[in-house]
């Protein structure tokens, strides 16, 4: 990484902090779900867990995202929304007539 970026890339990662960290719900589910707290180091994300907020790494695709549980089983979903929503339209239905 070229030293000349490194103050642009602390205020990228204070303002993904601050924007978690007084934002609404809303604001913190479009940050998880976009993928702006993989830009984030281990000790960074350390700062965002005050708001009781349930993290975890997408098996797919390795991202943050928030975890949701199933309405069918009540089990925590273990895929993000992007790749979820991918397996779900890849799904085929052998429909016999």
Not at 1 to 29: C, L, Q, W
Not at 64 to 77: A, M, N, Q, R, T
């Amino acid at each position: 990484m070229d030293h000349e970026y490194k103050p642009a890339i602390r205020v990228f990662k204070e303002e993904i902090v601050r924007r978690f960290n007084d934002g609404t719900k809303n604001s913190r589910s479009f940050l998880i779900n976009e993928g702006y707290l993989n830009y984030l180091n281990e000790e960074e994300k350390q700062e965002l867990e005050k708001h009781n907020v349930n993290l975890a790494r997408c098996k797919q695709c390795n991202d943050l995202f928030e975890v949701k549980y199933s309405k069918i089983d009540g089990k925590p979903l273990i895929l993000c929304a992007k790749c979820y929503f991918i397996k779900l339209r890849n799904l085929t239905f052998d429909i016999k007539y």
